[in-house]
């Protein structure tokens, strides 16, 4: 800060008049110049409000006024004189009134001849309109108490009767400035907001300046010009102990860190106040009792009345003659109720419950002597149970959509099979034809008359053969349909020619081999087995050697594997696996099923599934166990059929619902 020169004392003079009244005063000279330098000094501090007469005249803060304080006590000192006694140095100091924070009077004089009002540093506007006097303090610390303070004469200040919601809603309907009303948290007094205030808040929330009249975007009044000015702002120099940290709070802080870090001050926590609670007089009584201890079993409920308990219940409620006496001759024990239901034309006229007493001892006894159970109920997601599957996109290609209607049979359509190469499918059913259609035109081409009701075919999957299996009642007919290329047709002919049959007994075998005759050889047919009971399924091995016929009605012939040589592989129950090389049992498996229909074996030989008329299919791992893997209860009536996709982790199954199922079964290797 700049010092003061000589030029800036003699410009201070000029203001004043350079000779004083010394009689006026009874001062001597050296109490004169003293004045002359208040005078000054009140003329410096002028010359700051003088520069800013349109600022608003307001009070500094605490730290401030400890600073002035701390500086007049300086300037006081250093403007102590020798040869002046204490009377006249407290009369200086109630003249100046340094204590006090007041301004002198000289200033006050010097303001008065420019036409400005004396500054009274403790004149302030903000509690102007202050009822409550216990000062600007939270409130919070009240929240316990029935009062919010103290008064002047130490008197308690009872915090005024607060209104419940049933007043809150009579004042919400009958008040018109309820909406206008809030509740001032110094006082705890409602507030009716003016216009003008409401203004304010309605200005506030559109995002707009609080006054009407206040314009943002005025004229800029450059109130610190680039002229360099004689005198600072501020005459007081900030203190150096401004810019210094406190050394006393320092150790405060440090001892109040300390005690928290101990434990011996617990930050207060924010209690929240208990509200009362409003409920529902006609509510169920039992909401507000006591929590019970944790074993405790609450107990089971009595059953609600019916339609049968009513005083004027249905007619089909009311019993007959005949059920009348059935229930009477019946055991008390035995009873579905204990009463049987009456009709009365009013309610008055119903009699008093002659069981009511013995109902309720019954009850009772049966609440203190029956014991109770606490039921553990697992919750489980069901879909956590199913494995996950693939999506059905990625299994594609697979039928999606009916693509093409064969139309030309008579009668019901029992079984269909597909040629290996995918051009054919022969179909046969209750007309007693099998007729063969072109995939890709739809177009019948040959037409097999059987004789008798078609229950099964299948093509051999070898597909340098072209041979159909079918099942005609009693018979197993080996047929060549001669359609597509000649040279595998004649290729197939000459094999079966070259068969040659080993002599056999018949009767043991349940069996009869005879190649077709001359008229049903010109249509086809090639080889038939007669057996001793219908015929349900046909189906081959996967090299095309062997073929295996399955007659429900046989008992333990019930299955029969034809080659040169028949081979026994199942009953109804089991299945057996036997290995055609040796001709030995290699094994036995279980199906728990009472009524096998069908059979179809995996490409790679190791598993296989089974189909049954009590509606089961099960899945067998012949390296895992002679058990079923897996058992699948997916229709709703016996399964006629099931088959494994050559290339594609797919089966199907097909049943009398009229549903074919197909599902997905990959087998890892």
């Known amino acids: 800060m700049p010092k003061r020169t000589s030029d800036q004392t003699v410009h201070n003079e000029e203001k004043f008049p350079k000779e004083v009244d010394e009689n006026l005063f009874h001062f001597d000279e050296n109490q004169t110049d003293r004045i002359k330098e208040d005078v000054d000094s009140s003329d410096s501090e002028e010359s700051y409000y003088s520069g800013l007469e349109s600022e608003s005249e307001t009070t500094e803060d605490d730290e401030d006024e400890q600073d002035s304080n701390s500086g007049e006590e300086e300037i006081s000192g250093h403007e102590s004189f020798d040869g002046i006694d204490n009377e006249e140095k407290s009369d200086d100091d109630n003249e100046t009134n340094k204590g006090n924070g007041e301004p002198n009077n000289n200033i006050e004089d010097a303001m008065k001849k420019k036409g400005k009002e004396p500054i009274d540093e403790n004149d302030t506007s903000d509690e102007e309109d202050a009822r409550n006097t216990v000062g600007n303090i939270p409130v919070e610390w009240y929240n316990d108490y029935p009062h919010i303070g103290y008064n002047l004469d130490g008197q308690r200040i009872l915090k005024p009767a607060t209104a419940d919601e049933l007043d809150q809603f009579l004042s919400k309907m009958d008040d018109p400035n309820?909406?206008?009303?809030?509740?001032?948290?110094?006082?705890?007094?409602?507030?009716?907001l003016s216009n003008e205030e409401l203004d304010i808040i309605d200005r506030l929330q559109n995002s707009q300046f609080p006054g009407a009249g206040y314009d943002p975007y005025e004229p800029y009044v450059d109130f610190f010009t680039g002229e360099k000015m004689i005198h600072p702002l501020t005459n007081a120099p900030e203190p150096k102990s401004r810019h210094i940290p406190s050394k006393w709070e320092h150790k405060r802080v440090v001892k109040i860190v300390r005690a928290i870090r101990n434990g011996w001050i617990k930050p207060k926590k924010d209690e929240k106040t208990d509200k009362p609670r409003y409920y529902l007089i006609w509510d169920k009584d039992d909401d507000g009792a006591k929590p019970r201890h944790n074993m405790h079993i609450p107990a089971p409920k009595m059953k609600l009345p019916g339609h049968e308990e009513s005083y004027n219940p249905p007619p089909e409620y009311l019993p007959t003659e005949q059920e009348i006496a059935a229930w009477e001759a019946m055991d008390p024990d035995e009873r579905p109720r204990n009463f049987l239901p009456k009709k009365y034309s009013s309610l008055r006229l119903v009699p008093a419950y002659n069981k009511f007493i013995q109902e309720r001892f019954e009850r009772c006894l049966d609440l203190y002597l029956c014991p109770r159970q606490r039921k553990m109920r697992i919750q489980v997601n069901p879909e956590d149970?199913?494995?996950?599957?693939?999506?059905?996109?990625?299994?594609?290609?697979?039928?999606?959509?009916?693509?093409?209607?064969?139309?030309?049979?008579?009668?019901?359509?029992?079984?269909?099979?597909?040629?290996?190469?995918?051009?054919?499918?022969?179909?046969g059913g209750d007309d007693k034809v099998v007729k063969f259609w072109e995939v890709c035109t739809g177009r019948c081409l040959k037409t097999l008359q059987c004789g008798g009701t078609v229950n099964s075919m299948a093509w051999n999957p070898n597909p340098s053969l072209t041979l159909l299996a079918i099942a005609v009642d009693h018979k197993a007919v080996v047929v060549n349909h001669s359609l597509g290329d000649k040279l595998l047709c004649a290729a197939t002919d000459e094999l079966i020619e070259s068969y040659t049959r080993q002599g056999e007994d018949e009767k043991e075998s349940g069996v009869q081999w005879s190649m077709a005759e001359e008229k049903d050889y010109r249509n086809g047919e090639r080889i038939v087995l007669k057996h001793s009971k219908v015929i349900s399924q046909v189906t081959w091995h996967g090299k095309g050697d062997y073929f295996a016929s399955v007659v429900p009605q046989g008992g333990n012939k019930s299955v029969f594997i034809h080659q040169m040589t028949k081979r026994r592989s199942q009953t109804q129950r089991f299945i057996r696996v036997y290995?055609?090389?040796?001709?030995?049992?290699?094994?036995?498996?279980?199906?728990?099923?009472?009524?096998?229909?069908?059979?179809?074996?995996?490409?790679?030989?190791?598993?296989?599934?089974?189909?049954?008329y009590d509606r089961r299919l099960c899945w067998f791992d012949m390296d895992l166990s002679t058990k079923p893997y897996k058992t699948l209860r997916s229709h709703k009536k016996a399964l006629r059929q099931v088959a494994f996709h050559r290339h594609y982790p797919l089966f199907a199954s097909a049943s009398d619902d009229g549903t074919v199922i197909i599902c997905h079964g990959r087998i890892f290797k």
């Not at 309820?178 to 009716?192: F, N």
């Not at 030995?584 to 096998?596: P, Q």
């Open 178 to 192: 309820y909406w206008r009303t809030v509740r001032d948290k110094a006082t705890m007094k409602e507030v009716v």
């Open 385 to 427: 149970l199913l494995p996950k599957l693939p999506r059905p996109k990625d299994l594609q290609p697979f039928p999606s959509t009916e693509s093409m209607v064969y139309k030309g049979h008579t009668a019901v359509v029992r079984c269909l099979a597909v040629d290996p190469t995918g051009q054919w499918i022969p179909s």
């Open 579 to 612: 290995n055609l090389t040796k001709q030995e049992l290699t094994k036995k498996l279980v199906s728990n099923v009472k009524w096998i229909s069908s059979m179809a074996v995996h490409p790679k030989g190791d598993n296989l599934i089974v189909g049954s």
